[in-house]
């Protein structure tokens, strides 16, 4: 369960998702264009079902089971959008979703999550305390684990993107995502060089949860790292299968301080006119701080999230 | 100048500002389908170029001068919206843009008109002062004055957003503006009609700027009235020739608070993830408000832009 997906599952997945999750658009804006220096083509995944790519992945993972396996349900830990989107997809089959959520999770995210119809566990903010619990209701109900980001069938849902995207948007020659556990940049990565093998590849990863930018430096994964960062979705660390595609697939990491995403979060706001959540505003952070990286370059950049407490904007 | 255009206007109109004008996409929500009981169809006019859909009525009326005319430059009064898409407009013939703005006008909506390389003339904030300084200007320098609302070419502009949705959605049965001056109203009812005579089509208005809700129930129309909304789009008094083609096409105008308003803007927010001004929230008020006219029906929404303040949201 934990290999890497090929562009074959990837192809699968989407067509395994197609009835259920959105074609989101692509959209562009002249004011950053000229601001980035680069032709930016943002894919608005905040417009996905759910307000998160996550729905792709957890979309695939769901409508992969034995319908034997499906009517136990799925389990899985997730601070907001994976456990939302996981809620949303077992909907689409009629099978129950059990959500292991830390305390302190962002209370809008988890209103959703309970109106999709999953059903909340709560546990504390600890990795080893989440895996326990998603353990014990494993044991209990049968249900099947969904991993948020090493999960192979979730990683091929996300990879999904770049079909759409490279549809949408032939001529790009550069890709950024987010950074949080990998399953995104995992999907993106293979998908992207397995279309397009010169594609230049990039990630955005808060300097506060930096171990991706650190794993790669060291040749070798950094499993611990106490995360300091506003970007809520992008704390955890990245996964062991995704680590390994990051790195065969050269994935340039760039951090950035969580002031220069929320700026950019800002410019998303007031010239894209998106409402995306602030994980999501790293790419266009760190296209802002090495633009040299990207300089007249046609650059898919990958809005990640839309849910965001309006009541608590971090301007 | 002050007639009313007919759909062949409207059709030029589209074809005259094509080369510059943005395909603006039609989104959707299955959680405010399912609050209003309808279908409803955003058409994201605040993904227009500068903001708002105003960029369609200015580009056309720029456009539509002789190159004679066009040397000396157009002008116009404008507390934003219409200001900056003039100026924008202008830049595209490379002509000049003379825009008078009342005092105290959104600050960010004068620094995105002078980015355009608009010229400022600040005035009293008064209906009178408006008009006279235009006219002052339009004798110092000759240039055109392209009003806001009044103007036929600028309402041919505005209407040419029915005939991209209708491509986009072309199962639509009813329509639903904002009502400030009335340029979109008459130029969307105009060109509504022509397409799908059975068209229903509806007006949002803020109940302290409700001078064409009070205007239609006279039957005469209203020429004084001191607008109090937040909406800072929709204190215009409804024009002459506006008034009268809201008349001819039967344009049922909705009421809404401010209050009901603002908690639109936030769900335009919070579900359909679009920076939308508070304005626009209007429509979305007036369909929430009334939900027995909309019920069951395809709606066409026009969200009419997203130029707002961050650090001062209404709520």
Same mark, same amino acid.
């Given at each position: 369960m934990n290999a890497l997906p090929d562009i074959d599952a990837i192809r699968d997945a989407a067509a395994r998702i197609a009835p259920h999750a959105l074609v989101t658009p692509v959209l562009r804006s002249a004011a950053l264009d000229a601001l980035a220096g680069a032709e930016l083509y943002f894919k608005c995944e905040n417009l996905q079902r759910g307000g998160a790519f996550k729905f792709r992945g957890a979309c695939n993972a769901v409508w992969s089971l034995a319908d034997g396996e499906a009517t136990r349900g799925v389990v899985t830990h997730s601070s907001g959008n994976h456990g939302n989107a996981l809620a949303m997809a077992a909907a689409t089959r009629g099978i129950a979703a059990h959500v292991v959520v830390p305390e302190g999770a962002v209370q809008a995210k988890l209103e959703a999550i309970a109106r999709a119809g999953g059903t909340l566990h709560r546990c504390a903010p600890t990795q080893a305390a989440r895996e326990a619990m998603c353990a014990e209701l494993q044991t209990q109900t049968g249900a099947a684990l969904v991993h948020p980001y090493t999960d192979a069938r979730v990683m091929a849902g996300q990879g999904t993107l770049v079909l759409e995207l490279l549809r949408q948007a032939?001529? #790009?020659d550069a890709l950024i995502t987010p950074i949080g556990g990998g399953g995104l940049a995992a999907g993106v990565a293979i998908a992207a060089h397995a279309l397009k093998p010169a594609f230049a590849l990039f990630g955005a990863e808060p300097a506060g949860a930096d171990d991706a930018a650190r794993s790669l430096a060291a040749g070798v994964? $950094?499993?611990s790292l106490s995360p300091d960062t506003v970007c809520d979705g992008l704390r955890a660390l990245v996964g062991v299968p995704n680590f390994d595609a990051l790195r065969a697939h050269r994935v340039d990491v760039i951090t950035v301080s969580d002031m220069e995403t929320v700026a950019a979060m800002r410019l998303l706001w007031s010239e894209l006119k998106q409402v995306v959540e602030v994980s999501s505003a790293t790419v266009l952070a760190a296209i802002l701080k090495q633009p040299l990286r990207f300089a007249g370059r046609r650059v898919g950049v990958v #809005?990640?999230?839309?849910? $965001?407490?309006l009541d608590a904007l971090p301007w």
């Open positions: 032939p001529q #790009l994964r $950094v499993a #809005l990640t999230g839309g849910n $965001v407490d």
